[in-house]
């Protein structure tokens, strides 16, 4: 189609040119040029923007992880894969007090089973303890419905303590983990239709 | 295909490809704006060029409250100078900062930070700190906008607080509004006449809930609880003092609506549900609030200022905690959490410490020339009184090897001096207690019961005055039992099923107006006519 589109403009400045019609040649060539550089100009190739510094990460868990199911992935959830019957493995990213905090979250058939911490810059005495295993164990629940953050002391099933001091921290891992039950829940249903 | 048309044509698809283009562009500068940061409406610059932050600084709680424009600040005449300060880890750090003096400000408006006894910097994420009147008054509070040459990064726009030589918390970034807590006049506070023991009082019905700490399932208290049950009067604003040196004052509403961490890392702790990390106080050594100050005693003997011994007993002197305290007075009310009182003078706490006990409760300890009834265990509060001590201690002249226990006689008679004795009680839930006679005078009630028991056909009639074992049980918190195997020191046992343990049976201290026997000490009565369950020279109880 494009290249259709710019032959014809070309065809016709070059015919108008010819002629002399002026404003019609100039309204062309305006025409080509705001199509060429809006549609091509900072975006050398088609292919979909992800976070450049992620990419070697990406690019890993491809190789390790055969099945991808790029129908369910999205600005934020930028990797889904099928690990295995009812299983599936997530790279998310959620920002963060400081920085974007990349996650790899598995998802099982009820229940998430598995959230690591591939990348992250929160400051050290803070939201730095989100690399710690006892703050992402405690993510490790039920998928039926979505987790909540809370502070010092949990009530309900969904919830989540906050690490002391690193609220909003906390609040990245949980959300990241929310995006990854509701793809669970696309994925289900796709399953199902 | 008409040339009209053709034309026609060709400007329908000359717009097509403009609008394309132009939704290309559109979404290229989104997503542009989108993974960029911009800075947040101000244009970092360095000197020469100026600075520009949307909004105004809040100057509260003076007569006139007042609001100066960020851009104002910016453009008064400011000061350039280093700053030193130490954060709560101990790491030191030397800036240069450039800023507007606070002095500057409140100058225009006809005041002097000196003219405050105490302001609070206030942060756009609630973090504030009050900067009290030993900094106003000696030290220049800079509001600057440049640290070491540099702007200030994008979260701590637009003003960030240096004072030199202090604790960093007071560096406080997003300044968004100055508060003065009192204006020229000392604010009214009540002066502290007492001062509670804190972990007796956790153990003393202030209901405890789980606190999350990082990978840790502590346990917390709320402050309203303690304020409410031990604050007479007074709010002003609660004054910390942590076992490291760190002292601050807080906001009364702060403090009574947070939470008080009391086991696990860094305990005594405080906190609130919505308060920064940076404005809890870590191992609360005492909390001053109205009237009523509390102290830690565990974090008092981690502070190590205070530090005393009472034979091979350590715990913090009396004197420098009631001094830590503010509590000032000649005559001192010392109460445990059952209701027991005790006065001691000024001058005899000299001789005593505070201790913590095997069951985390904090208690008095004095040395043996004093009456052993100061030596009060589970100690809740200790209060100054007004007027000279009710009750004279007791003489003791000469320290024996066999301390005695003062008990006075039901009928008003002369005290009997009475050998110390110990009774062990077996099988409880948590274990086993021992209870001795120094423990039974304090915390039991001592009772008369007559008996007239048959023995070699002929009626034995006997005073005796002791204490009810179910009042012992009762203290032991022994719900309920099937059985007591009441056992002597020569082994000898007897086992009483429940319904046999009425409310005249009772472990006898004195019989007929005399200690029972040296070799006897103390005898289980009942009101019985024969005294074959009388167990002379109990040495435990055993509960089934």
């Known amino acids: 189609m494009t290249g259709i589109v710019i032959k014809i403009g070309v065809d016709k400045i070059i015919k108008n040119l010819g002629k ?38 990406f690019l890993e868990y491809d190789q390790q992880y055969e099945e991808r199911l790029p129908a369910f992935e999205d600005a934020k959830v930028h990797r889904v894969y099928k690990l295995a019957e009812g299983r599936y493995g997530f790279l998310v990213t959620e920002m963060g007090y400081e920085s974007e905090i990349l996650f790899f979250i598995e998802v099982g058939e009820d229940a998430i089973e598995h959230v690591d911490v591939l990348s992250n810059q929160e400051t050290a005495d803070y939201g730095g303890y989100v690399t710690e295993t006892w703050f992402l164990d405690r993510l490790l629940l039920s998928t039926e419905e979505k987790l909540k953050v809370v502070r010092y002391r949990k009530k309900n099933e969904n919830e989540v303590v906050a690490i002391t001091g690193a609220t909003q921290t906390s609040k990245a891992a949980v959300k990241a983990v929310n995006r990854c039950i509701d793809k669970r829940g696309d994925i289900k249903n796709d399953e199902t239709i | 295909m008409t040339k009209q048309f053709r034309r026609i044509l060709v400007l329908l698809m000359t717009c097509a490809m403009l609008m394309t283009g132009c939704q290309s562009a559109d979404s290229q500068t989104a997503k542009t704006a989108e993974t960029t940061s911009a800075p947040a ?23 006139e409250p007042f609001e100066v424009a960020y851009d104002d600040i910016y453009a008064m005449p400011f000061v350039e100078t280093s700053v030193h300060s130490v954060s709560s880890s101990g790491e030191e750090a030397d800036n240069t900062v450039k800023g507007v ?35 106003l008054n000696n030290k220049d509070i800079v509001l600057a906008y440049e640290f ?106 702060v403090v009574y609506n947070g939470y008080l961490k009391i086991t696990g890392e860094d305990a005594p702790l405080f906190t609130g549900k919505d308060l920064p990390k940076g404005m809890n106080v870590k191992s609360v050594m005492t909390l001053g609030v109205g009237d009523t100050t509390f102290i830690s005693v565990g974090s008092a003997l981690a502070y190590g200022q205070m530090n005393g011994t009472v034979g091979d007993v350590e715990g913090i002197k009396l004197i420098d905690a009631l001094t830590a305290a503010g509590i000032e007075g000649d005559l001192f009310k010392f109460s ?92 409880l839930s948590d274990g086993s207690f021992d209870l001795t006679s120094e423990k039974a005078a304090r915390k039991l009630t001592l009772i008369s ?33 099937s059985a007591l195997v009441i056992t002597a020191g020569d082994g000898y046992e007897v086992e009483l099923p429940k319904d046999q343990i009425d409310e005249d049976t009772i472990l006898a201290v004195i019989k007929n107006g005399e200690p029972v026997k040296a070799d006897n000490l103390v005898q289980l009565v009942q009101n019985t006519e024969f005294s074959t369950t009388w167990v002379k020279g109990v040495v435990k109880i055993t509960v089934k």
């Not at chain 2, 702007?151 to 726009?157: D, T």
């Not at chain 2, 506070?189 to 009082?201: D, G, I, K, N, Q």
């Open chain 1, 20 to 57: 002399g019609a002026g404003l019609y040649t100039f309204l062309c060539i305006l025409a080509l040029l705001f199509f060429v550089v809006g549609k091509y100009g900072n975006n050398p190739s088609s292919a979909p923007e992800e976070p450049s510094v992620f990419t070697p990460i």
């Open chain 2, 148 to 253: 070491d040459g540099a702007a200030l990064e994008e979260k701590e726009m637009p003003l960030r607080a240096a004072i030199d030589d202090v604790r960093s918390m007071y560096y406080v970034s997003n300044l968004v509004e100055i508060a003065a807590i009192s204006e020229g006049v000392e604010a009214m506070e009540s002066v502290p006449a007492r001062m509670v023991m804190l972990e007796t009082a956790y153990a003393s019905g202030i209901e405890t809930e789980p606190f999350t700490y990082y990978e840790s399932e502590d346990k917390s208290v709320l402050m309203s609880d303690l304020v409410d049950a031990y604050v007479s009067e007074g709010k002003g604003n609660p004054a910390f003092k942590a076992n490291d040196g760190f002292e601050k004052s807080e906001d009364y509403d």
């Open chain 2, 336 to 427: 445990d959490n059952t209701g027991y009182e005790v006065e001691i003078t000024k001058e005899e706490l000299a001789s005593g410490i505070l201790r913590l006990s095997d069951d985390g409760t904090a208690a008095a300890k004095f040395d043996e020339s004093m009456p052993k009834k100061y030596n009060v265990k589970h100690l809740l509060t200790i209060e100054a009184v007004a007027g000279e001590a009710t009750m004279e201690a007791a003489d003791v002249s000469e320290t024996t090897d066999t301390a005695n226990v003062s008990t006075e006689g039901t009928d008003g008679d002369a005290a009997v001096e009475l050998p110390e004795w110990t009774v062990t009680f077996d099988g």
């Open chain 2, 449 to 481: 019961l007559h008996t007239e028991h048959t023995k070699n056909d002929e009626k034995k009639p006997n005073d005796w005055e002791g204490y009810r074992v179910l009042e012992m049980l009762e203290f032991l918190h022994v719900e309920d039992f």
């Open chain 2, 101 to 135: 003096l606070l002095e500057t400000i409140l100058a225009e408006h006809g005041m002097s930070q000196k003219d405050f006894s105490t302001i609070r910097l206030i942060a756009g994420d609630g973090y504030a700190i009050d900067v009290t009147a030993d900094l």
């Open chain 2, 41 to 63: 409406a101000a244009e970092q610059t360095t000197e020469g060029v100026s600075l520009h932050y949307e909004g105004s600084l809040k100057f509260t709680g003076m007569a």
